[in-house]
């Protein structure tokens, strides 16, 4: 399946500390997307970065994509207690005649004050 | 802060009961989502729509009935819960008619059926 897997499936980090998040998936893309959830609600986007990109900065948050690997990652920078929240990625499927995105595993982000 | 809303945020209810999940954006979004998560697992597609009168079913199998008959509303409908139908249900919508664009998502609605 296009299902993207995460890794790790959770991050324990100080408050300060920058955290980094894998993700990979199987097929090719047209963008990957990173989500965020709070615990019990909807899903927040962050980012968006498009196929032929390699790079994308927001505030704190830098993404990486790098086709070759079908791999994205995620780094948010001088992490803060209320980084603390799921992480996900999703993916859309390449020539696909609709606009699903599939969406990853997951990232359990814990940010100790 | 996007403009698209669930209610009931939480929802306790018998088995057999026949529940309705609103969802409703502000935003003229054509596309249309409802996703199923169980607690800290990943989000599975139960149904979408492309606009008025239009609704698919996702890629999990589900229980549930869809309809979209006007732009801002897309409720989903459970004839007869079921306690396997305890979830949390998330509503989203998305602009433009590109591939896998920004989705915008609602708060979510809680389901325990008892």
């Known amino acids: 399946s296009q299902q993207g897997e995460e890794d790790p499936q959770a991050l324990s980090i100080q408050e300060g500390e920058n955290a980094t998040m894998n993700c990979s998936y199987k097929t090719s893309i047209n963008n990957l997307q990173w989500y965020r959830q709070n615990s019990g609600r909807g899903l927040v986007h962050l980012i968006l970065i498009r196929s032929n990109e390699r790079e994308k900065h927001s505030g704190r948050l830098r993404v990486t994509l790098d086709t070759s690997k079908k791999s994205s990652s995620l780094l948010i920078t001088a992490s803060r207690a209320a980084d603390t929240a799921s992480y996900f990625c999703?993916?859309?499927?390449?020539?696909?005649?609709?606009?699903?995105?599939?969406f990853g595993t997951g990232t359990l982000l814990a940010v100790q004050p | 802060e996007a403009d698209i809303y669930q209610t009931p945020r939480y929802l306790v209810i018998g088995t057999g009961k026949k529940i309705t999940l609103e969802c409703s954006q502000t935003?003229?979004?054509?596309?249309m989502y409802w996703y199923q998560q169980d607690p800290g697992m990943e989000l599975h597609l139960i149904h979408y729509s492309y606009g008025v009168n239009s609704t698919e079913k996702g890629d999990l199998s589900s229980e549930s009935t869809v309809s979209r008959i006007r732009t801002e509303h897309f409720p989903l409908t459970l004839e007869s819960a079921r306690p396997s139908h305890t979830s949390q249900y998330l509503c989203a919508s998305e602009e433009g008619t590109a591939l896998g664009e920004t989705q915008y998502f609602g708060p979510g609605t809680r389901l325990l059926v008892l």
């Open positions: 935003m003229g979004h054509d596309k």
């Open positions: 999703a993916t859309d499927r390449y020539g696909g005649a609709t606009n699903k995105l599939i």
